[in-house]
């Protein structure tokens, strides 16, 4: 099909519906004078364009000439898409009459006199005339976002094409491969491989679940990843096309203007890529934030939509039928209806990287960045900061361009980790490593028990109750075993939890179990006995509520979960059975003092010199930071500090040797 033959069909479809004497009537015998050369061979052409004669005169158009760029463009588009009847005549009429420069004449002389236009280009791909603007507006090429049906400012309805489809037409490249990219979206290239999500246990599942949905051209496989942000969900999606063999396409990150994307743009983008890429096979489509589909009219007072906007059997029908396996990403599952999620092929929950992912994430980001140098780093901030992968770029990008180098990558690095955790408001602790399991006394041995907790495969959901007496070691030996089992460690103090509000210290203690699951984290109670107390001890029913709750959650969590206390016996007797470890810390023998002053201080104790008794590994610890200030004491006396800081101890009335 060509121009003549789109202007004959135009001629004869409003010679037949609109009046000589209407405006729509007077434009259309201008804009045939003025086209008569081109629309008759010499000779054929009327002398006097006759409303009468119209007809006559148009069958007499010689049509069927070769169609240009733009009606060539149209064909490829629809030949891609799978367009056929009348979408295609639809989507032809459309293009010719905005991009062939003697049709867009004519559809601005009729939208001048306010002509409906939508009536106009249905009937003229086919459509009956009492119901042409409702083809179009349920048509393929509309429903797609490749048309849109469009109020005029000055009146009328005119068929414009979307923004997204004009900048495609301009590239004029007819060629098949290159407009079903186009048409689908930005491809996606990976970064990392399945080995830096070592984690992802199930990954190789997915890749052979890919491999086969693509190789077999299954229909309605969908799979969901879904976690916190900053866990590297896209990047896995990515990870996971790449080693399936798969071309990923991501579809509707932006509106036809660039800006934010309404629900209805998305859909439109996900329906035009599935469209263009179905019969081409190899191909994967990623839809980040799924919870866009389901849309919302107003947000709860949790922060989550209460309310839904769209409709949920269509939703269903599209996951069901979808050709393209697509791979979804979701920061927020809880708003995803259980209906969707049963026609999912799989649901991933993916965690922060462990510490080991993230080192080997970091140097390849560091590499892209053209910074090697800040890998080290990194590396040494991520051992702790979960969240450093997900702002690497930018901070490697923030100290390139401010002509930094590694260590003030680090810097920017760190301060935007800070900034992550003051905004979600999760109390995290630097899990750092002991310097020897021996120096704890304990009932059973530390060595012992860390190493059975910490070795591959063993459960991750254990809890252990530490007691003991201040500066034992409690919290330093949950941080050894958070950094044993390659897990960040959320430290919750009474501080933390305990609130004034009546409910809230439920919340908190409920808050601080989501947050580790969200991060896979290692949990620490400090000073837990302010939480578990004897309920035979209360006096308000919002105390046994609270002592109610933290029980509640020691049953079901499925991350490690430690508790410590000073004060063993002010706990509740059902806490006891809660923990499936309980660890006793006491001061130090004689012979792991004598270790920990050979450790802390790198020399031998003075012989002759009586060490003092209930020394803990903090008090060394306290000793050593005072050396800062006075270097090169003798070791008699270093043994003397440690005297006064045993002294110091309630209870303590002076020296006891060995």
């Known amino acids: ?90 989507l032809a009429a459309a293009i010719g009459f905005h991009r062939a420069d003697r049709l867009t004449g004519l559809r601005a002389a009729l939208e001048k006199e306010r002509t409906d236009m939508s009536v106009l280009f249905g009937m003229l791909a086919g459509a009956e005339p009492g119901r042409a603007a409702f ?76 491999k086969g949905a693509v190789s077999g051209r299954e229909t309605g496989v969908n799979i969901l990843i879904h976690g916190p942000p900053g866990t590297g969900k896209t990047e896995l999606a990515r990870t996971l096309a790449a080693a399936a063999g798969a071309a990923l396409h991501a579809v509707g990150e932006v509106d036809e203007d660039g800006d934010e994307p309404s629900r209805f743009d998305r859909i439109s983008a996900l329906r035009r890529a599935q469209r ?106 991520a051992r702790d900061a979960v969240e450093l992968p997900s702002i690497a770029r930018v901070a490697l990008r923030s100290a390139r361009i401010a002509g930094g180098d590694a260590g003030e990558a680090a810097m920017v690095a760190g301060a935007l980790v800070r900034g992550l955790r003051d905004e979600d408001g999760c109390a ?33 959901d254990f809890s252990m109750l530490l007691t003991g007496p201040p500066g034992t070691g409690k919290t330093a030996l949950v941080g050894h075993v958070a950094r044993g089992l390659d897990r960040p460690l959320h430290v919750k103090r009474t501080s933390d939890v305990l609130s004034k509000w009546v409910g809230e210290t439920e919340r908190n203690i409920a808050d601080a179990f989501e947050d580790a699951r969200r991060d896979g984290a290692v949990l620490l109670f400090d000073e837990v006995d302010s939480l578990l107390f004897d309920r035979a001890d209360a006096t308000r029913s919002w105390e046994v509520a609270q002592v109610n709750e933290l029980l509640t959650w020691l049953d079901g969590h499925g991350l490690p979960v430690f508790a410590a206390t000073n004060h063993p016996g002010r706990l509740d007797p059902a806490a006891l059975r809660r923990f499936v470890f309980k660890l006793s810390l006491r001061p130090l023998s004689h012979a792991r003092a004598v270790r920990a002053f050979e ?20 008090d060394f610890a306290v000793v050593k930071r005072q050396l800062r200030f006075r270097a090169g004491l003798e070791p008699h006396v270093i043994v003397a500090l440690l005297e006064s800081e045993a002294q110091a101890k309630p209870g303590m009335a002076g020296r006891i040797g060995f």
Do not use: C
Not at 429 to 444: M, N, Q, Y
Not at 600 to 618: I, W
């Open 1 to 90: 099909m060509g121009e003549k033959d789109l202007a004959r069909g135009m001629i004869l479809l409003l010679r037949e519906h609109i009046d000589a004497e209407s405006g729509a009537g007077k434009a259309l015998i201008e804009w045939i004078e003025k086209h008569r050369d081109w629309l008759w061979p010499a000779g054929e052409a009327p002398e006097t364009v006759d409303w009468e004669m119209i007809g006559a005169f148009a069958d007499r158009i010689v049509a069927g000439e070769a169609p240009g760029t733009p009606l060539l463009l149209a064909e490829a588009i629809a030949d891609v898409l799978a367009l056929d009847g009348f979408d295609r005549a639809l």
């Open 135 to 210: 083809a179009v507006r349920t048509s393929l090429p509309v429903g797609l976002g490749l048309l849109e049906v469009a109020m005029k400012s000055i009146g009328g309805v005119d068929i414009d094409l979307s923004w997204t489809f004009e900048r495609l037409l301009n590239r004029g490249v007819p060629e098949p491969d290159w407009l079903a990219d186009a048409l689908a979206g930005p491809r996606q290239g990976a970064v990392l491989t399945l080995d830096d999500f070592a984690g992802v246990a199930e990954a190789g599942l997915l890749v052979r679940l890919l």
């Open 276 to 381: 263009a890429l179905e019969r081409r096979g190899g191909t994967l489509l990623l839809f980040d934030e799924m919870e866009d589909l389901i849309g919302s009219t107003r947000q709860g007072g949790n922060g989550y939509s209460d309310a839904r906007m769209g409709s949920k059997i269509f939703v269903n029908r599209m996951l069901e039928t979808n050709a393209v396996p697509v791979i979804w990403t979701s920061n927020a599952i809880s708003m995803i209806d259980a209906a969707h999620l049963r026609r999912m092929s799989f649901v991933l929950k993916l965690d922060h990287p462990r510490g080991r992912d993230r080192a080997r994430i970091l140097s390849k980001i560091a590499a892209l960045e053209e910074m090697p140098g800040a890998a080290e780093p990194l590396s040494a901030l």
């Open 599 to 618: 450790r802390f201080f790198g020399m031998a104790p003075p012989a002759g010199v009586p060490m003092p008794d209930n020394l803990t590994p903090g």
């Open 428 to 460: 995290r602790e630097t899990a750092k490593p002991l310097l020897d399991l021996d120096l704890f006394e304990s009932d059973p041995p530390v060595a012992e028990l860390v190493e059975r907790l910490t070795m591959p495969g063993a459960p991750v």
